[in-house]
């Protein structure tokens, strides 16, 4: 169980960071999709690759039971134990050693026969990846059924104790995003990191019996429109009005990301919030991220979207102006100090206010509204129909299941790998 206090915490971290930190947001100059079909292989989509750890010198993997270590990709058998093991493993330039005997290898897998594996002292569900990178440390990866993966996620990104239909929301925002992005990052190593930048993932140890519960009352429900899957964004507090995806990231316009009227989340803390900056520690902070500037005096909203947030910013400096993304200030001051971008900024001497409203970026489901719709005695289906407009609750089993697959067949791509693990590389950089 959890105090009031650790959650409020908790909660409080996600949504301040998610996706902003994505990496290859960042780094790619293409517009990113908006929708997928449902592949055919619908069992297949539901394993998700979830990155625990991305660049360890060496792991210790416990097994609680009877285990097994094959290859991985491929299904050759290293190691069978008849009980259970702590797993020493570290990379070499020749493969990976394992229990001291080294193996011509660049990745294996771990099962143990109770379905559970544990990693820093902490339980996950079904299997482990160990996967050498190409500078030589190791990647920890959870494949997972996505079922049990949600059990793992919904006690930090939600509070178990908000009413039942917010949860249930949340579940299926959450298993909708996850799974697009399984579809989007299949040809990659993983196709979800554990941590803020996609969804916090603590794995089995910290579920939770009424977060279990929505996801389970829940199982196989994605939203969808027309059809096709979309990346189900969410947020702690909208302040007012949620935004438009594609006017915050490089996304194709989609219909249901368009943003609606929110007066539900008064009763959030952050729905207004002020804090203070003075120009000297603006231009430190804005320095950080490689820009130079002094005499800083004066920052403007630039194309205020109907939601209230601007799309960039104007940095007024001594030497000329600098025009910023919205989100880049956001993030280069700190999202946990500047908590949204929807803000007016009243400038007293050396010292810069920011007048503000919502936290986090504004885009799909507003959590603290989803609290008050369930309060208010709305369903979850009410709920994501209204923070998504024109979208439907499908079941995954409804959609054409192909034959069995072993795990096997996902394979790893090695220069897909290097792309993503550059990525990697800067987002832990920016972190
Ligand atoms: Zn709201």
Redesign the pocket.
């Known amino acids: 169980m959890f105090s009031p206090t650790i959650f409020s915490m908790r909660f409080a971290w996600f949504f301040v960071l998610f996706i902003s930190f994505w990496p290859w947001e960042k780094d790619q100059n293409q517009v990113k999709k908006s929708s997928f079909e449902i592949p055919q292989d619908v069992q297949l989509l539901k394993v998700v690759r979830v990155a625990l750890f991305y660049e360890e010198p060496k792991i210790v993997i416990h097994a609680p039971s009877s285990y097994e270590v094959k290859e991985f990709p491929g299904n050759k058998t290293l190691v069978q134990g008849q009980a259970s093991a702590d797993l020493a493993i570290r990379p070499e330039a020749s493969g990976i050693q394992l229990d001291g005997t080294v193996y011509p290898i660049s990745g294996l897998r771990i099962t143990s026969q109770s379905k559970e594996v544990q990693v820093a002292g902490k339980k996950y569900h079904n299997a482990i990846q160990v996967l050498k990178n190409p500078a030589g440390s190791l990647t920890i990866i959870n494949e997972v059924d996505v079922e049990d993966y949600l059990k793992g996620v919904l006690p930090w990104e939600a509070n178990p104790q908000w009413p039942v239909e917010a949860l249930k929301a949340q579940a299926v925002v959450s298993r909708t995003y996850a799974l697009f992005k399984n579809i989007e990052n299949k040809d990659f190593s993983f196709t979800l990191g554990s941590d803020v930048g996609s969804q916090v993932y603590k794995g089995k140890s910290i579920e939770h019996s009424l977060s279990n519960q929505a996801v389970e009352k829940t199982s196989g429900e994605i939203l969808t429109y027309h059809g096709k899957i979309f990346p189900t964004f969410f947020h702690s507090?909208?302040?007012g009005r949620?935004t438009r995806a594609d006017t915050q990231w490089k996304i194709h316009e989609h219909p249901s990301l368009k943003g609606v009227e929110?007066p539900?989340?008064q009763g959030s803390k952050y729905f207004s919030w002020k804090t203070e900056f003075s120009a000297s520690e603006i231009q430190k902070l804005l320095a950080k991220k490689g820009h130079s500037i002094s005499g800083l005096h004066d920052i403007v909203p630039k194309d205020v979207d109907i939601s209230g947030r601007p799309h960039s910013f104007t940095i007024k400096h001594s030497g000329g102006s600098l025009v910023l993304p919205a989100n880049d200030l956001r993030l280069a001051l700190g999202p946990d100090q500047m908590r949204s971008t929807m803000i007016q900024v009243e400038k007293k001497g050396e010292t810069f206010i920011f007048w503000g409203h919502g936290w986090g970026h504004g885009v799909g489901m507003?959590q603290?509204?989803a609290k008050r719709l369930a309060e208010l005695g709305y369903k979850h289906q009410d709920i994501l129909r209204y923070y998504f407009p024109d979208s439907e609750i499908r079941d995954l089993d409804e959609f054409p299941q192909a034959a069995a697959h072993t795990s096997a067949s996902t394979q790893s791509k090695g220069n897909v790998f290097n792309r993503w693990y550059q990525g990697v590389k800067s987002y832990v950089e920016d972190l």
Do not use: D, S
Request: charged share 0%; proline share 0%; aromatic share 20%.
């Open positions: 507090t909208c302040g949620t929110c539900f989340c507003c603290f509204g």
